[in-house]
């Protein structure tokens, strides 16, 4: 059984990410906040990394923000921090660098 945090509802992954497609969602990720890893959907992993290859597997550390902008990384962090401790979903807005060095 996966626990959907959005509302407390369960869904299957499946649907919720076939959900998040129709509305034009960049990418998904699971966050084991308590083991410091993340996994990433191929979207998240391009986006967040720079590197789609790194999509379906657990990454960690500075490696799972890599594409994140410097002057993002921090707020972003304790943005993350914050909602693990009071649960729910997580909306954010931050720049990422792209391999060719453009901010997006």
């Given at each position: ?6 509302n407390?509802?369960t869904?299957?992954?499946d ?12 990418g998904?990720?699971v966050w ?13 992993a ?12 657990e ?7 890599a594409a994140?902008h410097p ?6 962090a304790?943005?993350?921090?914050q909602?693990?401790?009071?649960g729910?979903?997580?909306l ?5 660098l792209?391999?060719d060095?453009?901010?997006h």
């Amino acid at each position: 059984m996966r626990i959907n945090a959005i509302n407390g509802f369960t869904e299957e992954l499946d649907r919720l990410r076939a959900d998040l497609d129709g509305s034009c969602v960049v990418g998904t990720w699971v966050w084991d906040h308590i083991r410091g890893v993340v996994t990433y959907d191929e979207g998240a992993a391009w986006l967040l990394t720079g590197d789609p290859d790194l999509a379906d597997r657990e990454i960690a550390g500075l490696e799972a923000a890599a594409a994140v902008h410097p002057d993002d990384q921090e707020w972003l962090a304790t943005h993350m921090r914050q909602a693990a401790k009071v649960g729910g979903l997580v909306l954010a807005e931050y720049r990422v660098l792209a391999p060719d060095g453009a901010v997006h």
